[in-house]
């Protein structure tokens, strides 16, 4: 099931726009979301309600390309602070809050402790994607991924948009709900001529524009080792850069987080900030 919440949008000072949608506790502990490399400002039902009993308000932010956030071009993932910054300003947010990266939302969490360091306390990375851009985290690979990521630094982006057309038309024609969050998503990302993940692709494998060393927040992060998607040893070698990280081991052989990594992510956000 789908937490329905109201989509809105922030125009930022040169024209860009940015949707966002709140869902959990209204009020409650203030955490930036960042969905996958298929998603928008929709959720599911479940971690809203996980969110809204742990007293945490998540503020989902959809990337360029997604959901009702028209496409942007963007140099890097260091970018993505300086988009953000314009949306609390306009919003009643507080000034102090955590983030939360799911899969290839990941990098953008890692930016936005980095690029607003004074404002972001944790960050919790569920399956994140790590630092392929460094060729020792990408070596954990598969050769046919490390092939793709060459092919996403070096193809245009007519090219990339339709290789991720192909990809993902595929993987629709394998969901079965279509009133369910990823065909909600692959239909956004189709009306954006499939611009969201060719860029994330692109900029995955772009050096990031900062360095991991300056994420100096605690960071909280869960993967299988069994992901099928996100190798567990390139984690691992990526997060060894980190100055205070912690990697939960999830049971669940899956990219997809289990229900015990959900309560875990929560109890982590509603509880009270170390201070270090």
Not at 59 to 85: K, T
Not at 175 to 197: C, K, N, S, T, W
Not at 199 to 215: C, I, K, N, S, T
Request: a negative charge; aromatic letters at 6%; proline letters at 6%.
């Amino acid at each position: 099931m789908t937490s329905v919440a109201p989509v809105q949008v922030v125009t930022l000072s040169d024209g860009g726009v940015v949707a966002y949608a709140r869902h959990g506790a209204p009020g409650g502990r203030l955490v930036v979301m960042h969905h996958g490399l298929v998603g928008n400002t929709e959720m599911d039902a479940g971690w809203a309600a996980l969110a809204a009993k742990a007293g945490v308000e998540l503020l989902v932010l959809a990337r360029p390309g997604y959901g009702a956030s028209p496409p942007r071009a963007m140099s890097s993932v260091a970018d993505w602070p300086a988009c953000v910054e314009a949306v609390l300003e306009r919003l009643e947010v507080p000034e102090r809050f955590d983030v939360l990266g799911l899969s290839a939302g990941a990098p953008y969490a890692y930016a936005l402790a980095a690029g607003l360091r004074a404002r972001v306390e944790r960050v919790a990375i569920v399956s994140g994607v790590p630092r392929v851009c460094e060729p020792d985290v990408l070596a954990h690979y598969a050769e046919v991924n490390q092939a793709a990521y060459a092919g996403f630094l070096s193809a245009d982006d007519e090219t990339l948009r339709s290789q991720f057309e192909g990809w993902l038309q595929v993987l629709a024609s394998t969901v079965e709900d279509e009133d369910g969050l990823m065909a909600a998503a692959l239909r956004d990302i189709q009306h954006h001529g499939y611009a969201g993940p060719a860029r994330e692709a692109r900029l995955q494998a772009r050096p990031w524009g900062f360095r991991m060393e300056d994420v100096h927040q605690q960071v909280e992060l869960w993967h299988a080792r069994g992901d099928d998607q996100v190798p567990f040893e390139a984690v691992k070698t990526s997060i060894r850069q980190l100055p205070r990280a912690r990697l939960n081991i999830q049971e669940h052989p899956s990219h997809m987080p289990s229900e015990e990594t959900a309560r875990a992510v929560f109890r982590f956000l509603s509880s009270p900030v170390a201070r270090s």
